[in-house]
DNA sequence: ACATTTGCTGAACCATGGTTCAGTTATTGG
DNA sequence: CCAATAACTGAACCATGGTTCAGCAAATGT
C-alpha cells in the first residue's frame, strides 16, 4: 500500500497552512476584515477556493487562526518590552508604548484585529485577544499602584479605559493622521494616559522621555 | 381626478415613516445593527417588507435616517448640558459626563451606533456622528486651554482619545457592568479624563462631584 | 357608487460569498 | 510503470438577506 505521508509532504503542507494564513493576514492588513474571503485567499495563496477546506473546517476556523497569531505575537511583544523595565511604573509605559507604537506602524490590520465586528462566532476569539490586552494593561496598572506610584483604582476599568483610548486615537477611523509623527504621537497619549492613571505630569514626561521602544 | 393626497393620509405617511424608524432603532438597541433587516423591522413596524421601500430607497438609507437621528439626540444633550456650565472647565466636565451617562443608559445602541461597522456607504455617517462627538470634545478642550484650565496639547488628538476611553470603558464589548453603580462609574472615567487632560487631581475631584447630569 | 390614483402586500427574484464534491493530478512503495 | 492513496481544482450549490413588482386594498372628489 503506497503513499505513506512523507516528511517533504509534510513540510509542503505546512507552508501552504501558513501561506493561508498569511494572505488571509495581507487580506486584512489591506482592506480590513471585509476583505478575508475565502477565493481571493485561496488566489492570493496560489491555491484554488476548495483547497482551503483541506486545511481549515472552515472560515470561522480560519479568521480564529490568524487572530490568535495576531494576538500572540501582539502580546509577547508587551511583555518583553515591560520585562525589560526597571520599575512597575515604567513597564507599564513600556507596555502602553510599545503597543501604541506596533499599532500604528499596522494601522488597518490592528483595527481589523482588535475592533471589527466579524460573525457572532468569532466575535468570541476577538474578544479574548481584546481582554488579553486590557488585561495587561490592568495588571500593570495595579502592580505599579500596589507600589504607591500611581492611585488606587479600579483596575479593571482603567485597563479598559486605556485600551480605549490607545485604539480610537491610533488606528480607529477617524484617528490623526500620524504619518511622520509617530515618535510624537506615541508620546502625547501616553503622557494622557500616564497622567490619566495618576502619574504627575512631570514624572509622567521623565518616563515617557526614558522608554525607548524596540524596533520590531 | 380624484385622490388628493389629504393632510389626513399625510399624517399617516408620516407616522409610518417614523414608525419604521422605531422599529430599526429598537431592533438595534436589542440586537445591534446585524438585528436591522428589512423584513424584521417591517414587521415591527406592522407592515410588509416592501412597503419599506416606499418610505426609503434602499437600507441604507434607513439605517442612515436612523443614525443621524440618534446622532443629533446626543449632541443636543451634549450641548445642553455644556450650556448651563458656570466655565469652560466645567463645560468639558459636564459634556464628559453627559456623555457618559447616556450611553450608559443605551448600551447596546450606543455602541451599535458609534462603533459597529455597517459597509462603505454607511460608514460614512456613522464616521460622521463620532467626528461629531470627537469634534465636541476636542472644541472644549481647547476653550479650556485657552483660559488656561488644563495644558496646552494636540487638542483633535486628545478629544479622540477621550471618546475611545468612555466607549470602551463603558459600552464596548468588555466594558465591565455597570448595572448599580453608574453614577461611580461615569465619575471614575471623568476623573480619568479629566486628569488626563492635565487637570489636577484635587481640582477634577471637585469637578466631577459639582457637575449634575441631567434626568433625561 | 364610481373612476382614479396612491399605498400596501408578500412571494419571487437576485447578489454575495461560504461550502461541497466529482473529476483530475501528484506522490509514494513495489 | 503501476496501484493506491492523498491532495487539488473550480464550477455548482446553498444560505442569507436586500430588492422588485404584479395584484390588491384604501382613499378621494364627483
Do not use: C, W
Amino acid at each position: 500500500m503506497p503513499y505513506r505521508r512523507t516528511e517533504n509532504v509534510v513540510r509542503r503542507l505546512a507552508a501552504r497552512h501558513a501561506a493561508i494564513i498569511a494572505a488571509a493576514r495581507a487580506a486584512a492588513s489591506e482592506g480590513g476584515m471585509a476583505a478575508v474571503q475565502i477565493v481571493p485567499v485561496a488566489r492570493r495563496a496560489g491555491i484554488a477556493a476548495g483547497t482551503v477546506y483541506r486545511y481549515f473546517p472552515g472560515k470561522t476556523d480560519l479568521v480564529a487562526a490568524l487572530l490568535e497569531g495576531i494576538a500572540h505575537d501582539e502580546m509577547a511583544a508587551l511583555r518583553r518590552a515591560a520585562s525589560v523595565a526597571p520599575g512597575p511604573l515604567s513597564a507599564l509605559a513600556a507596555a502602553i508604548m510599545t503597543f501604541a507604537a506596533r499599532a500604528l506602524r499596522e494601522r488597518r490590520l490592528t483595527y481589523a484585529a482588535i475592533a471589527e465586528p466579524i460573525d457572532a462566532e468569532l466575535d468570541a476569539v476577538r474578544l479574548s485577544f481584546r481582554r488579553a490586552l486590557a488585561a495587561e494593561f490592568s495588571v500593570r496598572i495595579a502592580a505599579a499602584a500596589a507600589g504607591s506610584h500611581l492611585l488606587e483604582q479600579d483596575t479593571a476599568l482603567s485597563g479598559t479605559a486605556l485600551l480605549g483610548l490607545l485604539i480610537e486615537a491610533l488606528v480607529g477611523p477617524l484617528a490623526p493622521d500620524a504619518a511622520g509623527r509617530e515618535r510624537e504621537t506615541v508620546q502625547s497619549l501616553t503622557l494622557i494616559a500616564l497622567r490619566g492613571l495618576g502619574v504627575a505630569d512631570a514624572r509622567a514626561r521623565g518616563l515617557v522621555v526614558q522608554t525607548t521602544l524596540p524596533a520590531a
